[in-house]
């Protein structure tokens, strides 16, 4: 396959954590411009195929193969994958005491500026910059001041996953479970500042639990990871039928398939 | 070990008391000196057998032989522009190895309700309050380096504050190192005035990479319901030895706010005595110690609530690399009958290799009952996880490591109330977190 359409593109990827099989065969090619859901049971591997991504030393790839843009991302370090334009906003954002979210966005914006080669912001010019980027969120300036997530609620820690998102401005970005933790209205704020940030030329993969953040961020293409294998894959209609019947179904379909081939 | 035919006992401390100067004009200073030479003669240099020096081993000490500093060294005031500080350029005392730099002095306070002076000045014109205060406070009997120190007495930084004066600049005292081989008794006392408000720098710096030998005693006299802020700043040459005594005493509802900050010197013992002689009085002892290569920092603190209703607040940390040690030992006395005692200690450790090093020692003695105290011990490396989310936005692992050290020293920088001194602080922190020495 030679598109260059083609930003990610997953063969038959294995991964264990702590000597656990975890993921066993993933395979999955996103394209630019391209939204898909990634959805599954409980400890399925939706995480642990994020973190494979973003380059986690905790989980090792045991087989297959991830390649980005072409290259082979699973040789790059985490912060090479980052700077390529890979972001993963964490299903459990880290708390940083002592460092201020301003200071610590201002320093990934910079570093990553200066790995392409464009102009660094100074604090001053960076605090114009970034106080429109959290109008995205609708996310008061307040935070800016405190410490990177420390003592943020739940909801405002995916929040500021998305204004991180909107400073680095990644080509694939892996929203593990933004909406959890979100209510009803910062689910549709946060929908709609992760909608600003799809362009023809990037692509998302949206790990959910639920369908309701999917009327907001339509999907192109909806997955289930059951098992640690993609064992489904539909349009945004499997979306709603899962919702409807839950994923045993998915499972049985797939054993069946399986036995038959 | 063998005596040899002299007053002292030890013949490496006998060595050193060679070069006392001679006695003063003052009597009673000339007493003092006298009782403390007799104690350096009966005292030996510490082992590790002394439970206060199980972890810090003062042996080092003994492989140089260090002379008294003979004439001062003249400096510019362009030599040391760069360790002024702006808030602080009103009122500041040099010393040049030990000797009283006037020219370099500034003393605008003392029209407004204080006294920056050095101690032979003050002698002559505040002899009263120097008797009552001067090495009343820092014990001499059982301290060996406290004693060589007072046996030197002869000058020194002096700070007065009056009475209900709330003297708002802080007041920076400056101890500069220019000569190897130098053993320098830097000497200060504060006497904070009833009522009275003031904030103190308090800067060890070298101006070469000299093996020298600083044996500093500082006296703190808070009146009730004054304030003291005492910023500490060590900053030795990387070959010095800085041992340091500081003593405490807090009257009525007194309060006293320390941040101890430890950079230099490759043996560094810091000895701080509070002791409440009255009831209410509020403390914050805080501290941070970064160093790496091959240097050891000693931080040994006595909080003595010996009267109720005190309060005290302590959160030391060290940030050790390479094959350095770090000793915190943080001794917190509950006399009988100080009720309503108030106290709460942490010690935080940050290990950034596998040969750093660190000894921590929480000591809460407690002789009243009604009394709330709480101490705890961390020690540990980074967090992985939180270097990974840093390096996931893009940090490089070294960077990302920085920030984190950084952050943790951060917490103690942020405190200092002299901005000017923060900003520096954190700098300096920024570029010592990145640079990482062979061992
Ligand atoms: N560091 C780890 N150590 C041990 N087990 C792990 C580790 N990380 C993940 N696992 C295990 O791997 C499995 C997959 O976890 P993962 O977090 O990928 O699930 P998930 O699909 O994201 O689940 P959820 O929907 O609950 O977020 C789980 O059984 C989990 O316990
Ligand atoms: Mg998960």
Redesign the pocket.
């Known amino acids: 396959m030679n598109n260059k359409n083609i930003l990610l593109e997953v063969r038959n990827l294995s991964a264990e954590v702590a000597g656990i099989e975890i993921l066993k065969g993933i395979n999955l090619v996103v394209k630019v411009g391209e939204v898909h859901a990634l959805m599954g049971p409980n400890g399925s591997g ?2 642990t195929f994020a973190k494979v991504l973003a380059g986690h030393i905790d989980y090792t790839v045991t087989g297959g193969e991830v390649l980005y843009q072409g290259k082979n991302l699973l040789e790059m370090a985490p912060e090479e994958r980052s700077r390529a334009g890979v972001f993963l906003a964490f ?1 459990y954002p880290i708390e940083i005491p002592g460092v201020s979210n301003s200071a610590f966005l201002r320093l990934a914006y910079n570093t990553l500026q200066a790995a392409r080669g464009r102009e660094e912001l100074d604090p001053l010019e960076f605090d114009d910059f970034i106080r429109e980027k959290i109008k995205l969120v609708e996310m008061d300036p307040s935070f800016l001041d405190r410490s990177v997530n420390q003592g943020f609620s739940g909801g405002e820690k995916k929040r500021n996953e998305i204004v991180q998102m909107a400073v680095l401005e990644p080509k694939l970005a892996v929203l ?2 933004t909406d959890s933790g979100l209510d009803i209205d910062a689910l549709k704020v946060v929908a709609n500042g992760v909608n600003h940030l799809i362009r023809p030329d990037n692509a998302i993969i949206l ?1 959910t639990h639920y369908q309701r953040l999917l009327n907001y961020i339509v999907p192109d293409y909806v997955h289930v990871i059951e098992g640690g294998q993609i064992v489904k894959t539909g349009g945004k209609e499997l979306a709603l039928e899962l919702e409807k019947r839950g994923y045993d179904w998915v499972r049985a379909e797939f054993d069946a398939a399986r036995a038959a081939a | 070990m063998e005596l040899v035919n002299t007053g002292a006992k030890d013949r490496y401390l006998e060595n050193l008391l060679r070069g006392q100067p001679p006695a003063g004009s003052h009597g009673w200073l000339n007493q003092i000196r006298a009782a403390a030479t007799e104690r350096a003669n009966a005292l030996t240099v510490p082992t590790t057998r002394d439970e206060e020096w199980r972890f810090t081993d003062p042996s080092p000490l003994l492989k140089f032989s260090f002379q008294p500093a003979r004439g001062a060294q003249r400096l510019a005031q362009a030599d040391i522009q760069r360790f002024v500080i702006p808030e602080a350029s009103s009122d500041r005392l040099v010393f040049i190895d030990g000797i009283y730099a006037a020219e370099l002095s500034t003393h605008c306070g003392n029209e407004h309700g204080i006294l920056v002076t050095s101690l032979a000045q003050g002698l002559s014109s505040h002899g009263e309050i120097l008797q009552q205060h001067l090495a009343r406070n820092a014990d001499f009997d059982n301290d060996v380096f406290c004693a060589l120190n007072t046996s030197f007495l002869r000058d020194g930084a002096l700070v007065i504050i009056n009475k209900n004066v709330a003297y708002p600049a802080p007041i920076h005292l400056l101890f500069i190192a220019t000569k190897p081989e130098t053993a320098v008794y830097p000497r200060s006392l504060v006497v904070a005035g009833p009522g009275s408000r003031c904030a103190l720098i308090e800067e060890y710096i070298s101006l070469a990479e000299n093996v020298y030998f600083n044996n500093a005693v500082t006296e703190v006299v808070v009146g009730e319901n004054a304030r003291v802020q005492h910023t500490k700043l060590q900053q030795e040459s990387r070959a010095a030895f800085h041992i340091a005594n500081c003593a405490v005493a807090l009257a009525r509802e007194a309060n006293y706010i320390s941040d101890t900050v430890t950079l230099g010197a490759r043996f560094s013992r810091h000895n701080l005595h509070v002791l409440q002689t009255a009831e209410g009085t509020h403390c914050v002892l805080d501290g941070l110690a970064l160093i790496s290569g091959r240097q050891l920092a000693d931080t040994h603190t006595y909080m003595d609530h010996a009267k109720p209703g005190g309060n005290s607040r302590q959160l030391h940390k060290c940030i050790v690399d390479d094959a350095a040690h770090a000793v915190f030992s943080g001794k917190v006395l509950v006399r009988e009958g100080a009720q309503l005692t108030d106290s709460a200690q942490s010690s935080r450790n940050l290990l950034l290799s596998d040969k750093a090093h660190v000894d921590t020692k929480p000591q809460l003695e407690i002789f009243a009952d009604d009394v709330k105290c709480a101490h705890g011990a961390t020690v540990g490396q980074l967090d992985a996880e939180e270097v990974f989310y840093l390096r996931s936005r893009g940090l490089d692992d070294q960077g990302a490591r920085s920030l984190l050290t950084y952050a943790f020293a951060a917490e103690i920088i942020d405190k200092i109330p002299v901005a000017s001194l923060a900003r520096q602080l954190r700098h300096t922190v920024m570029e010592k977190t990145q640079l990482r020495e062979s061992t």
């Open positions: 939706k995480s299903q593990d479970e790990v």
